[in-house]
């Protein structure tokens, strides 16, 4: 490969993006409101990237991000991640965020934990604020507090997060639905 590419792809979600180098995936990049932002915002990541036609392994992750957006499972294990440049403690909290199953989530005082600095709580919300390769390292399993869906997750927004984590069933069960909470705020009809 003569150096990094990239190439815009079409979801459910909208035109989404992901560039990669000899090393592996660079960046992913989710659907903004108009393709060029996407674009944008994945060039800004990747600045000597190319538009070319998809490696095998990131035709594979693009498959995969198009599965995840439409509900479907996708295992990103065999995906090579391009670390390079990218901090030592944030790569650590990549790789415990990828060990998250489907379905399931961990809070930062988890991650922290799990790589060994447990009071690294305010570095471990910085380093999901910088993941490049959203979905493939799915950082939207990873929660300030238990239960709390409100924080800001990388390449995404609070309401792309929520909806991945009830896609993936991994919201409480037993809360009002949307429909729930639509019909009790309904006015009512007089009975008769």
Sequence with gaps: MVGPAYAIFD???GRCGIAWGDDGILAVQLAESREIDTRRRLLRQCPDARESR?????????????????????????????????????????????AIPRGETATHA????????????HAVGHAIRRNPFALIVPCHRALQTAGDTSGICANGGVITRRRLLAMEGALAAGGPSLFDVLLAAAPRQPER
Excluded: K, N
């Design 110 to 121: 988890d991650l922290a934990q799990r790589v060994g600095s447990s009071g690294a709580l």
């Design 54 to 98: 998809p490696t095998p392994e990131a035709a594979g992750a693009i498959a995969g991000i198009a599965a995840i957006l439409r509900g479907a499972p996708a295992d990103f294990s065999d995906i090579q991640l391009d670390l390079g440049g990218l901090p030592a403690f944030d790569c650590r909290v990549y790789d415990a965020i990828r």
């Design 11 to 13: 979801t459910l979600m």
